[in-house]
Nanobody, 120 residues
Framework: QLVESGGGSVQAGGSLRLSCAAS????????MAWFRQAPGKEREFVAL????????LYADSVKGRFTISRDNAKNTMYLQMNALKTEDTAVYYC???????????????WGQGTQVTVHS
């Protein structure tokens, strides 16, 4: 089970940190990712991180502004979001899979989502 937290409303240029707490064992081969879905749009990839290596990948739209990280001891993944823009407004989901992929179909476990609203 994956549970996101940390969403909220923030002014453009502000910051938020999302957390994704996982229950149960996360295998070393797992890949954890953040996706987001804005109103009227399809869910899109944001960032991913391998559970047992420093391999990280970002979507171009968030590169340089967002930072994905994990705390293996706490079974928790984070997304630090800085310099937020109004177009970052979306429901953010964390997901777990076993393949290094940006396609949401490769992820088998999903959280319920947390709303991030960036206002001008």
């Amino acid at each position: 089970q994956l549970v996101e937290s940390g969403g909220g409303s923030v002014q453009a240029g502000g910051s938020l940190r999302l957390s994704c707490a996982a229950s149960g064992r996360i295998f070393s081969s797992s890949v954890m990712a953040w996706f987001r879905q804005a109103p009227g749009k399809e869910r899109e990839f944001v960032a991913l991180i391998r559970w047992s290596s420093p391999t990280i990948l970002y979507a171009d739209s968030v590169k340089g502004r967002f930072t994905i990280s994990r705390d293996n001891a706490k079974n928790t993944m984070y997304l630090q979001m800085n310099a937020l823009k109004t177009e970052d407004t979306a429901v953010y989901y964390c997901a777990k899979g076993s393949h290094y992929a940006t396609n949401q179909r490769e992820y088998t476990n999903w959280g319920q989502g947390t709303q991030v609203t960036v206002h001008s």
